[in-house]
């Protein structure tokens, strides 16, 4: 079976741009999680969708912002880019929230 | 954001030796998770752990939660190449806002020498 999948694998855009990152979960999840990791950290929480509903939100600007799909996929959106952003952005699901997560191999977004 | 105090930030050692990491917080978690993350990828699951004081194991992966539920450490036997990467120690609390969130830690960078 396909592990979550993650598209595309790196972005490079400059600042002020608009960015979309596109996560499919593993078949059958219902949940998914986006983090941000910066070069030498752990990953920091940004969203929780299960069930195409906003469950749990990381300490991100409004910049930041999510959905999920019928279908289980989400997106996560970006705007008005800032160099600070610039990090590997990851997705990972799970079957119900309360199950271990498992991750996808992320997006590097580069921001110039 | 927050983040989960692990240590030893990193280590070098030598094939065959045994290693020992551990995390701890100021507050409690519910599950504690070990995940090993290698240039490129992302994070991959290790050993989940569900309830104070469990100890489990995977293959030469053995890892505790601690009684107190703010604490877990992770040891790998017999070390082999292979095993080179950063773990990562995670908790999760379930209920309220952080319902679902993983915490993580800043990480152990692990150097194996043949």
């Known amino acids: 079976d396909a592990g979550v999948t993650q598209s595309p694998t790196h972005l490079i855009k400059t600042r002020g741009q608009h960015v979309t990152l596109r996560c499919s979960p593993i078949s059958g999840h219902k949940s998914v999680s ?9 990953p920091q929480f940004i969203f929780q969708y299960y069930e195409k509903e906003e469950r749990g939100r ?13 279908n289980y996929s989400s997106e996560l959106n970006v705007n ?11 997705c990972a699901s799970n079957e119900q929230v309360n199950q271990p997560q498992h991750f996808g191999d992320g997006t590097r977004l580069s921001i110039l | 954001g927050q983040q989960l105090n692990q240590s030893p930030q990193s280590m070098f050692i030598q094939e065959g030796e ?9 507050s409690i978690f519910n599950t504690w998770l070990w995940y090993k993350q290698e240039p490129g990828e992302g994070p991959v699951l290790l050993i989940a752990l569900y309830k104070a004081g469990e100890l489990t194991s995977n293959g030469r992966l053995t890892a505790q939660f601690g009684i107190t539920r703010k604490d877990s450490f992770l040891n790998i036997s017999a070390s082999i190449p292979s095993d080179v990467g950063i773990y990562f120690c995670a908790g999760q609390l379930l209920g309220g806002t952080s319902y679902g969130k993983l915490t993580f830690g ?5 150097t194996v020498h043949p």
């Open chain 1, 34 to 42: 986006w983090y941000q990791q910066v070069l030498g950290q752990g």
């Open chain 1, 58 to 70: 990381g300490n991100f600007p409004d910049r930041f912002s999510a959905r999920q799909f019928p």
């Open chain 1, 80 to 90: 008005a880019l800032l160099l600070g952003d610039s990090a590997l952005y990851l």
């Open chain 2, 18 to 26: 045994d290693v020992s990491m551990n995390c701890t917080s100021s």
């Open chain 2, 106 to 110: 800043q990480g152990t960078i692990l």
